[in-house]
């Protein structure tokens, strides 16, 4: 998603934070100083901002839990100020797995919500202190990180992408049609919510309407996307599409003897090979970044990061669809029954629909969606 600012990696996950919460901390600051800029109205609502992100990392680690209990891996989440949105490597096998992953995370604020109840000192009603929400005292910090969380959870059962609603949609919707359709269906509904959501945010001059329905149409529009590829090369194998053009290095030669390759050709992500099998991909930075350090000595393989995904030749394409998506120009080795038969990317399999199956519309449309790869 656009717009996100890389906070860090834990076990291989990519943890971003997009720039929405900057809105929130600014909304906070601002509404301060107009009703009075006070330092101990100030640090309890910074406090509760830091609450708040808290509740969302929890929200999004439950997701990753759920999925990762379910062999589904995570490549990265990116925290928003109403949730997060996961990236997955790989789909949920069947409609309980998607049903649950999706559940997990809103009702985790829900479990917050009822938990903080104990500890609230005001009951005063919503629509009461919605003029002030963005004031904190001491004595209704739980009460507001409460109503904030079943907003959350609220919020995030809307049946549209990419909040947790749209996915239990599809996934309900999938008990009675096919998983294409079932998407369509929560993209269409999603474009009429984001509408409804502008509209409202206009009328009741509401930034944080205008988030949600700018969050919404972003996703429906990625989801369109995504939906419309996965339907294209739904018949396709990666024995169908596998090529043999691409760039490898020998795994046990160093830094100094890959400086020439690195300089004869501009391949972002080059191939390691070892007794003529793929063990795994580099990024020609990584070994510029060494060569820079003078670490010439050092061997390729010891300078691989990520575990390697092989893909089977006989496996349809849409078994591995989120993770081309994910990265969509890097490599990856197609295996049959353990002999390498070459590599395959997204852009390839792109390449390969518009040479061999597109009709002349379908070739425009595809056109102008890579261009937004």
Same mark, same amino acid.
């Given at each position: 998603?656009?717009?996100?600012?890389?906070?860090?990696?834990?076990?291989?996950?990519?943890?971003?934070?997009?720039?929405?919460?900057?809105?929130?901390?600014?909304?906070?600051?601002?509404?301060?100083?107009?009703?009075?800029?006070?330092?101990?109205?100030?640090?309890?609502?910074?406090?509760?901002?830091?609450?708040?992100?808290?509740?969302?990392? %929890?929200? @999004?680690?439950?997701?990753?839990?759920? !999925?990762?209990? &379910?062999?589904?891996?995570?490549?990265?989440?990116? /925290? *928003? +100020?109403?949730?997060?949105?996961?990236?997955?490597?790989?789909?949920?096998?069947? %409609?309980? @797995?998607?049903?649950?992953?999706?559940? !997990?995370?809103? &009702?985790?604020?829900?479990?917050?919500?009822?938990? /903080? *109840? +104990?500890?609230?000192?005001?009951?005063?009603?919503?629509?009461?202190?919605?003029?002030?929400?963005?004031?904190?005292?001491?004595?209704?910090?739980?009460?507001?990180?409460?109503?904030?969380?079943?907003g959350i959870f609220a919020i995030n059962i809307i049946p549209a992408f990419p909040l947790d609603g749209g996915r239990i949609l599809r996934a309900v919707l999938g008990l009675k049609m096919n998983y294409f359709k079932a998407t369509s269906i929560v993209i269409v509904i999603g474009k009429i919510l984001a509408a409804a959501f502008f509209v409202a945010a206009i009328i009741y001059v509401n930034l944080l309407l205008v988030v949600i329905s700018l969050l919404i149409f972003a996703a429906v529009q990625s989801e369109e996307y995504v939906l419309y590829l996965r339907t294209l090369v739904s018949d396709l194998t990666f024995g169908e599409v596998v090529v043999n053009d691409y760039h490898s290095l020998q795994a046990e030669?160093?830094?100094?003897?890959?400086?020439?390759?690195?300089?004869?050709?501009?391949?972002?992500?080059?191939?390691?090979?070892?007794?003529?099998?793929?063990?795994?991909?580099?990024?020609?930075?990584?070994?510029?970044?060494?060569?820079?350090?003078?670490?010439?000595?050092?061997?390729?393989?010891?300078?691989?990061?990520?575990?390697?995904?092989?893909?089977?030749?006989?496996?349809?394409?849409?078994?591995?669809?989120?993770?081309?998506?994910?990265?969509?120009?890097?490599?990856?080795?197609?295996?049959?029954?353990?002999?390498?038969?070459?590599?395959?990317?997204?852009?390839?399999?792109?390449?390969?629909?518009?040479?061999?199956?597109?009709?002349?519309?379908?070739?425009?449309?595809?056109?102008?969606?890579?261009?937004?790869?």
């Amino acid at each position: 998603m656009k717009g996100s600012i890389k906070l860090g990696t834990i076990k291989g996950i990519t943890i971003k934070i997009h720039w929405t919460f900057l809105i929130l901390v600014v909304w906070v600051i601002a509404a301060n100083a107009v009703n009075g800029l006070t330092l101990n109205n100030i640090v309890w609502s910074l406090i509760f901002i830091v609450l708040v992100f808290l509740s969302v990392v %929890l929200h @999004e680690t439950i997701h990753y839990r759920t !999925a990762k209990y &379910f062999n589904i891996h995570t490549n990265e989440i990116i /925290l *928003l +100020p109403t949730g997060g949105v996961s990236s997955y490597e790989n789909f949920p096998k069947n %409609l309980k @797995e998607e049903l649950l992953i999706s559940l !997990a995370g809103p &009702f985790v604020n829900l479990a917050i919500a009822g938990l /903080l *109840l +104990p500890f609230i000192q005001s009951h005063e009603p919503i629509w009461n202190i919605a003029s002030h929400f963005d004031i904190i005292h001491e004595n209704d910090l739980l009460y507001k990180l409460h109503l904030v969380n079943l907003g959350i959870f609220a919020i995030n059962i809307i049946p549209a992408f990419p909040l947790d609603g749209g996915r239990i949609l599809r996934a309900v919707l999938g008990l009675k049609m096919n998983y294409f359709k079932a998407t369509s269906i929560v993209i269409v509904i999603g474009k009429i919510l984001a509408a409804a959501f502008f509209v409202a945010a206009i009328i009741y001059v509401n930034l944080l309407l205008v988030v949600i329905s700018l969050l919404i149409f972003a996703a429906v529009q990625s989801e369109e996307y995504v939906l419309y590829l996965r339907t294209l090369v739904s018949d396709l194998t990666f024995g169908e599409v596998v090529v043999n053009d691409y760039h490898s290095l020998q795994a046990e030669s160093t830094v100094q003897e890959v400086m020439g390759t690195l300089m004869n050709n501009h391949t972002k992500h080059f191939m390691v090979m070892e007794g003529g099998k793929p063990i795994g991909t580099i990024h020609r930075m990584s070994i510029i970044n060494e060569a820079a350090e003078k670490n010439y000595t050092l061997p390729v393989k010891k300078l691989m990061k990520e575990t390697l995904i092989f893909f089977n030749a006989d496996d349809s394409v849409t078994e591995g669809f989120k993770t081309l998506v994910a990265f969509p120009y890097r490599n990856y080795p197609v295996m049959q029954e353990e002999i390498f038969k070459g590599v395959i990317s997204l852009m390839c399999i792109l390449e390969y629909l518009m040479l061999h199956q597109l009709s002349p519309k379908e070739h425009e449309r595809l056109k102008a969606l890579i261009k937004k790869i």
